[in-house]
Structures are given as structure tokens and as C-alpha cells.
């Protein structure tokens, strides 16, 4: 994935290869322009808080919620939450050196107050470039440009998390996380084609509604047993 970014950059843009590759946790070359805003000390802070909210989420839902129903998929979602969480805070850790520091991974994505604030400017910003550079195709196309872009993120999903689990279970679970971004990419269209001036507590309700209720999707039986929750 990064070098697919680092070959699709103009060449007087280039990084230089082997610090884009392997000393840094960003998937695109655009990405590197982002810096950290926080002191040095608190990645490893943010590492250790994260991390033990995100144990104590799945060990609530292990140990006293079990069998997992809906509600409890939604519960568990804070827990991938933290778990994004602690991975950022761990690359910040491990890259952030001398000049060059790394940003979180999100940027408050919980204070969202619209579908495209949430996507577009506070989850996982270190990806959201290298999904921009797979969506240069379609620039013109602001519809096409979106369904791609969650198109790209479905597929990337169903490969990190549903292939492994086929390949080493033989279970079939292909489609859950394509179906989820395909609802995302098609509730962030809904939202600038309808709701671009409604009130602001309409479009905070629709932007959480769409990321929350359709989460058991994502939250599948193979994150399941990869995060221990069931066997």
C-alpha cells in the first residue's frame, strides 16, 4: 500500500524510499506534511490509557455479556475505538524522532458534528490520503469519488480481517465489511445531497446513526475471536 502511494507520486515529490517505507506509520507520501501537536511524553501516556480501556471493554463483554448480542456489538465498538486509539499512540511512540513527529492517528472523532467531519477530517487521518491518491480517477466525479473511496475501504477491510479468518478457518464471512462502508460511502453522499444546511443536531444525529447502528457489521465474528471475545 505504500509503495503503491510512493510510486503514484510526482518523482520531484518523492520521499526518499526507505524512510517512507519503514520509518514512518503514514500509508501516503501526502501525509508526511501532518506533524503532532501534543507534548513528546504523551504517546506513551495515550499508549497505556488506551490500552487498558480497550482490555477492559473486551473483558467486560468476555466475561459478563456473553453470548454477544447487538447491543453488545455496540459496546464492543468503543473497544475497537481504543484500539485505534493505542495503535496510533504506538506509532507515535516508535516513529516520532528529532524534527519529524507523527500525528494521532484521529483527530477527536467523537466531537463530529457531521458524516463528512467524521470521515473526512477526524478518522484515522493516516489513511485517509492514501485512499485520495487511489480516488484521483474519479476527481471529477464527486459521487464517483466517494463510492470509491469506501469501495477501496470495504475491500481493504474484507482483506485485513475476512480472508486471513477464510484462510485459516475455512469460515466465510466475506461481505460484512464491504457492506458496512458501502452504508458509509452511501450515508456521507445522502448527507451533502439532503442535508447539507440542515441544523446541526439533525446532521449529528444522521453522522452517528450511520456509523453506529450498522457497526455489528464491522464488529464480525472474525474480529470477534481475533480480539478474544468469543472462541
Same mark, same amino acid.
Given at each position: 500500500m505504500k509503495g503503491l502511494s510512493w510510486s503514484v507520486t510526482p518523482k520531484s515529490r518523492r520521499p526518499d524510499f526507505f524512510f517512507f517505507m519503514f520509518r514512518t506509520p503514514y500509508l501516503s507520501t501526502r501525509s508526511l506534511r501532518l506533524r503532532s501537536h501534543s507534548s513528546p511524553s504523551s504517546p506513551g501516556s495515550n499508549l497505556l490509557l488506551y490500552s487498558f480501556l480497550m482490555a477492559a471493554v473486551f473483558f467486560l463483554v468476555r466475561f459478563f455479556l456473553l453470548p454477544i448480542h447487538y447491543s453488545d456489538r455496540l459496546i464492543l465498538g468503543f473497544g475497537i475505538y481504543f484500539f485505534t486509539q493505542s495503535l496510533g499512540a504506538l506509532g507515535q511512540s516508535l516513529f516520532s524522532r528529532g524534527e519529524f513527529t507523527v500525528s494521532p492517528i484521529h483527530s477527536s472523532p467523537l466531537t463530529s458534528g457531521s458524516l463528512s467531519e467524521f470521515w473526512g477530517r477526524r478518522w484515522n487521518l493516516w489513511v485517509q490520503d492514501w485512499l485520495s491518491d487511489l480516488g484521483r480517477p474519479f476527481h471529477r466525479s464527486h459521487k464517483r469519488?466517494?463510492?470509491?473511496? *469506501? /469501495?477501496?475501504?470495504?475491500?481493504?477491510?474484507?482483506?485485513? !480481517?475476512?480472508?486471513?479468518?477464510?484462510?485459516?478457518?475455512?469460515?466465510?464471512?466475506?461481505?460484512?465489511?464491504?457492506?458496512?462502508?458501502?452504508?458509509?460511502?452511501?450515508?456521507?453522499?445522502?448527507?451533502?445531497? *439532503? /442535508?447539507?444546511?440542515?441544523?446541526?443536531?439533525?446532521?449529528? !444525529?444522521?453522522?452517528?446513526?450511520v456509523v453506529i447502528l450498522p457497526s455489528p457489521l464491522f464488529i464480525n465474528f472474525p474480529v470477534l475471536r481475533f480480539f478474544g471475545v468469543t472462541e
Open positions: 469519488k466517494i463510492l470509491a473511496s *469506501f /469501495l477501496f475501504s470495504g475491500i481493504f477491510h474484507e482483506a485485513m !480481517v475476512n480472508l486471513p479468518h477464510w484462510v485459516l478457518t475455512g469460515e466465510n464471512h466475506f461481505g460484512t465489511m464491504l457492506l458496512y462502508f458501502a452504508i458509509q460511502g452511501t450515508g456521507l453522499y445522502s448527507e451533502k445531497k *439532503f /442535508l447539507r444546511h440542515s441544523p446541526p443536531v439533525i446532521r449529528r !444525529v444522521f453522522c452517528w446513526s
